[in-house]
């Protein structure tokens, strides 16, 4: 087990590399530079400027500094607020985590909950409303939804405050949730493709489950209907849901530029965003790759994860 | 005498008198297995006749009545009406034309990633699966970094790198495909070098699993060259799982343009795609929520058909789920 982690923790870092390298190239192929502008620099102070940014050495010293920078975490300056890049991205994070989670928690509760409830009314009506949502789900991608439910639960009923300009955002971890008012209409959008997602394929894995032999033992034995579907039908089911989790968390990621953007919700979706159309390289790069770093080590977790919910996997 | 004109016997000719019965094969079983989906022939016809719809307005005055790029003052953030069918924009562009030209450009980018798509997918998978160990080690390993790229910025990045510069065919000018703008092309590849990974890697494991297959193994006794045995035997094999996941790339590919055009990095600004409709209805969604609506509307619309088409299809074509 630790042998397998300590692997594939080494084998994440070609990776990394490669996606920096890649990143790197990119970035250094798109026309046009972050000083351009309608009236064009002098001279001395553009020379200036790539000083600063380190923008004047040639590009493979460039490239091995950024390497040598990333080893240590140091993605660089901004160019856009002469921040350091690191900061940004530890600062934008805590907004973007507090949306993840809620989505996360939101997508898989729900779906499984749904999954489960189908599967057990299997092609009765709650199985068809379960499928029905399902499908749904799978037509309305966050952009489609986001803009429903705006229009619906916060022009129409007013319900939700999300079209105030400013979002508030609270340390959850400290026990203040005074934001829930803007969280929630994000959430349920960048949730419910992923929930749709979830509830299919629990459906389909519990009604494989609940017609093994061990679920009918645990029936005959007179336990409780609870009892068997949870900790002996679910608990079995579970084993393909975790394996969509790593795809899903990295759609969560993708979903929340748009979302973040939509919402006008200050997290590193939107910082991304707006970091490319302004073309501030060090930052488009340091959020790249650390959306890599992030999605690589939640992969790495689902699969570890694999091991514990299914014994018969060894490592 | 008659009689000793006649052969004695007539060789028996199997291919004129016994086989001659109506031939139904692999691909009209599958049709007709599709054609008993009602959910698919539905979804199925929806897209047509949008297809249909969205590339008459070109040339037909009675499909669209007004330019959709062309503003009209008097006439801005009109509601529904005979004249305006879906109203009419804070510019008071018409959105029935906008949403018809919107709708078109969403599918021109579906159905174009899953040309290249499939070109590289399928060659990648091929190469990995047939030639040899080495060739696999390195293309799945370019495949599992594509992969672990992150979607959405790999296709932001890339389209940055490509727009703006005057490459052979995609160009700056005038389209050279008629049709497919440089925009256009750009955003297709884009979205393309990304969502090839899924195809290499169903290609390679069917191949893989094809290859040891008895037939292969008797037609390659039987002398036919590698070649022979890939495109007879092995490619006409991998068809139609490579069709179903086509069919499910297109509504991804139609949702990462969206996504662009509504992050504003779709198409320029006269000209509409649904994201960037969408983008601009959110903008007034206040004062004039018709102009959100349409557009989402019709992404839904899209997705769900293409969603049930490749259900469907995946029923008719794969045969472990034949019933």
Redesign the interface.
């Known amino acids: 087990m630790l042998a397998y982690t300590v692997r594939r923790v080494l084998a994440m870092i070609p990776?990394i590399v490669?996606?920096a390298t890649?990143?790197f190239v990119?970035?250094h192929?798109?026309?046009?530079g972050p000083f351009d502008s309608d009236k064009p620099l002098p001279p001395a102070t553009l020379e200036n400027l790539k000083k600063r940014y380190g923008l004047d050495d040639p590009l493979p010293v460039q490239y091995l500094n950024y390497l040598k920078n990333l080893a240590q975490f140091d993605f660089g300056i901004s160019i856009a607020n002469n921040r350091n890049i690191t900061d940004i991205i530890r600062e934008r994070m805590g907004v973007s985590i507090q949306l993840g989670i809620a989505t996360f928690l939101f997508a898989t509760v729900l779906g499984l909950g749904l999954g489960i409830f189908s599967s057990l009314n299997q092609n009765g009506i709650g199985d068809y409303a379960g499928v029905f949502i399902a499908?749904?789900g799978?037509?309305?991608?966050s952009?489609?939804l986001a803009?429903?439910l705006?229009?619906v639960f916060a022009?129409k009923l007013g319900w939700f405050n999300v079209?105030s300009s400013d979002y508030g955002f609270t340390d959850w971890f400290r026990g203040d949730f005074s934001n829930w008012r803007q969280v929630v209409l994000p959430t349920v959008a960048l949730g419910f493709l992923p929930m749709a997602f979830i509830a299919r394929i629990t459906r389909a894995s519990m009604l494989e489950v609940l017609r093994q032999d061990y679920v009918r033992t645990a029936r005959a034995k007179g336990l409780a209907e609870f009892a068997v579907v949870i900790r002996h039908a679910a608990r079995n089911a579970m084993i393909p849901v975790l394996t969509v989790l790593g795809p899903i968390f990295?759609g969560l990621?993708?979903g929340s530029?748009?979302i973040e953007?939509?919402f006008a919700i200050p997290g590193l979706g939107r910082e991304?965003?707006r970091s490319?159309?302004i073309?501030d390289y060090g930052l488009?790069m340091g959020?790249?790759v650390f959306?890599?770093v992030v999605?690589?080590f939640m992969n790495l977790v689902v699969d570890l994860l694999y091991g514990f919910a299914d014994p018969r996997i060894r490592y | 005498m008659a009689a000793t004109d006649q052969p004695i016997a007539q060789p028996y000719d199997f291919l004129e008198q016994q086989f001659h019965t109506k031939q139904r094969g692999l691909w009209a079983q599958a049709w007709q297995r599709l054609l008993r989906n009602r959910l698919a022939v539905a979804a199925g016809v929806i897209l047509l006749v949008i297809l249909t719809v969205s590339l008459a307005a070109d040339f037909s005055r009675t499909v669209q009545r007004y330019d959709p790029t062309v503003p009209d003052f008097q006439a801005t953030e009109q509601n529904p009406s005979r004249d305006h069918w879906l109203g009419t924009d804070t510019l008071g562009r018409d959105l029935w034309a906008r949403l018809l030209q919107g709708t078109l450009f969403s599918l021109k980018i579906g159905l174009g990633t899953q040309v290249i798509v499939l070109l590289i997918g399928v060659t990648i998978g091929m190469a990995a699966a047939l030639a040899g160990r080495y060739s696999d080690t390195i293309l799945m390993w370019l495949t599992d970094l594509a992969y672990a790229f992150p979607d959405l910025l790999a296709i932001i990045l890339l389209r940055q790198v490509l727009l703006g510069r005057d490459w052979p065919i995609i160009g700056e000018g005038d389209p050279q495909i008629p049709g497919f703008n440089g925009v256009l092309l750009v955003t297709v590849i884009a979205i393309s070098f990304v969502s090839w990974t899924t195809v290499a890697r169903l290609v390679r494991g069917q191949m893989l699993s094809i290859k040891e297959q008895d037939y292969v193994a008797a037609a390659r006794a039987m002398g036919a060259s590698p070649w022979r045995v890939v495109r007879v035997h092995m490619l006409p094999n991998t068809l139609s799982a490579v069709i179903v996941s086509a069919t499910f790339g297109i509504p991804l590919a139609i949702f990462a343009e969206a996504t662009l055009g509504f992050i504003g990095l779709g198409v320029p600004p006269p000209n509409a795609s649904l994201g960037s409709l969408i983008g601009s209805g959110l903008d007034s969604i206040q004062v004039h929520p018709v102009q959100l609506i349409w557009p989402t509307l019709m992404v839904a619309t899209l997705m769900l058909c293409f969603t049930f088409l490749g259900d469907g299809l995946r029923d008719a074509l794969d045969p472990r789920t034949r019933h």
């Open positions: 990776l490669a996606i890649i990143t990119l970035m192929a798109v026309e046009g499908t749904i799978a037509a309305m991608p952009i489609v803009p429903i705006t229009i022009v079209l990295a990621i993708t530029l748009v953007t939509l991304f965003v490319v159309l073309r488009i959020v790249t959306y890599a999605i690589a």
